[in-house]
């Protein structure tokens, strides 16, 4: 096993290095500015206290997600509630300060006691170094425990598990789907309503780009947009071809996966994406002149709801001028795009935990008890477990609805995840070489599947 977990951390900080955030926008970009632990030392945050706190049990975290206010508030709702337990939170940016510091602590035993991860491909990087969470889940919550989390969720927990493995590495914290939010006062001033078929899409767009406006803003340097809506595209023609690909049963190449990167073509060529769509970013290029009422549209997802809660927010978000939709039948004979989406993030309890009981509590509050709830409260983004709502009495009702609607989507999303991480990497370079012109859709997704 020593042998197999330092091969493993060699193999780690290989991947780390061709690894992007997909998804990983959801839970930190926007508060990168309160994040002053990104370079702390790693083996900082394994140290027990020796303060005032040095006879509590102390649990090590690290994560990118969720945002540092909402994990504050996370944690002092759980340490009023375990008041034996303290929380020693680490806070990085996803990529590449996350993943490197996974790796190089992987690579030298010093692993906090508890690390956040995505379902697929990282969690499977660090699977050698993480506990077996399915005695603890059914403890905490019966022997039906996994009825409580939508299906998509459920199959996430344990993908890219190789067969016959039932190995519960991580239990996820929150889940996503993959929305369009658009102004709706921006459409409302410029007599707009939303598409529901193609050519409405486009007349949308053209109206919003000749008054001056981004229409649908696309960060086309930030790979996993990029990736999300090719999955919305690929939604259209069934949500169960994406898994098959990812298991062997179909091809990459397959004309569903050609078509929809034609589509995905045609969006840049018909003026769906604003100018210079390759070279922006989601963050902080999309997300700015979306708040600023500078962009109708931009990809996003239920994680939005946390600019609410946010301090000194742009007029748009304290009024919430926001909405959201799925996108319509890209041509005739389609269906529109189903919720994409299923685990933002989970956490997983490493070997290196010493009190793995105390971690356990703290894993099962941000699940399914008080931790989450403040989470929830905090609009943050989609609780994984279910049944959870925001009860804040300060919230307003169209906010809440919007939560609670994204909430429902959850339990018929199609799975956005991508197992293999060649694959994930392949499929994300082939977009940008397609959008580009660099390639066909033929072509790219041939590398693709030589990747698979």
């Known amino acids: 096993?020593?042998?197999?977990?330092?091969?493993?951390?060699?193999i780690a900080a290989v991947i780390t290095l061709t690894l992007t955030a997909c998804g990983g926008s959801s839970g930190g970009t926007s508060d990168t500015n309160a994040n002053t632990n990104a370079n702390a030392d790693i083996n900082a945050s394994t140290e027990t206290s020796t303060s005032d706190n040095s006879e509590k049990k102390v649990v090590t975290i690290w994560s990118w997600s969720p945002i540092s206010r909402t994990m504050d508030k996370m944690i002092a709702a759980f340490e009023e509630e375990h008041p034996d337990v303290k929380i020693d939170f680490t806070y990085y940016n996803y990529d590449p300060e996350y993943l490197s510091a996974l790796s190089a602590a992987a690579a030298s035993d010093s692993l906090p006691d508890i690390i956040a991860t995505q379902p697929g491909s990282l969690t499977q990087q660090y699977a050698d170094y993480l506990i077996d969470l399915n005695d603890y889940a059914k403890k905490s919550w019966g022997d039906d425990w996994k009825s409580n989390f939508a299906d998509v969720v459920l199959n996430q927990m344990y993908l890219g598990n190789k067969e016959g493995d039932t190995k519960l590495n991580f239990i996820p914290i929150e889940a996503q789907v993959i929305s369009v939010e658009y102004n709706k006062t921006l459409f409302e001033s410029l007599g707009l309503e939303?598409?529901?078929n193609y050519d409405e899409l486009k007349q949308v767009c053209s109206t919003l780009s000749e008054n001056g406006y981004a229409p649908l803003f696309q960060g086309g340097a930030s790979d996993w947009q990029n990736l999300n809506v090719y999955l919305m595209l690929v939604s259209q023609y069934g949500?169960?071809?994406f898994d098959k690909a990812q298991n062997g049963e179909l091809s990459w190449t397959d004309?569903?996966?050609?078509?929809a990167m034609d589509t995905w073509k045609k969006m840049f060529d018909d003026g769906i994406f604003q100018t210079g769509a390759l070279s922006a970013t989601c963050y902080s290029d999309g997300t700015t002149a979306f708040t600023a009422g500078q962009a109708g549209m931009i990809a996003l997802g239920s994680w939005w709801t946390?600019?609410?809660?946010?301090d000194d927010v742009a007029q748009s978000v304290a009024n919430w001028d926001f909405d959201y939709f799925y996108l319509p039948a890209m041509e005739d004979g389609l269906s529109a795009s189903t919720p994409i989406g299923g685990v933002d993030f989970g956490m997983?309890?490493?070997e290196n935990c010493k009190d793995v009981d105390a971690a356990w509590a703290v894993l099962e509050s941000m699940v399914s008890g008080e931790g989450i709830q403040a989470c929830a409260d905090d609009l943050n983004n989609l609780p994984a477990f279910q049944g959870i709502e925001p009860q804040a009495a300060d919230l307003p009702e169209d906010v809440v609805s919007q939560f609670n609607r994204a909430s429902t989507n959850l339990e018929d999303a199609m799975n956005q995840r991508v197992a293999n991480p060649a694959v994930d990497t392949a499929l994300k370079s082939a977009l940008q070489a397609v959008a580009s012109g660099e390639m066909n859709s033929r072509e790219a997704m041939q590398i693709v599947q030589d990747a698979q």
């Open 1 to 10: 096993m020593k042998l197999k977990k330092i091969i493993s951390a060699l």
């Open 194 to 196: 939303v598409p529901e």
């Open 239 to 241: 949500t169960d071809y």
């Open 255 to 259: 004309d569903v996966f050609v078509s």
């Open 306 to 310: 946390q600019e609410f809660t946010g």
């Open 348 to 350: 997983g309890i490493t």
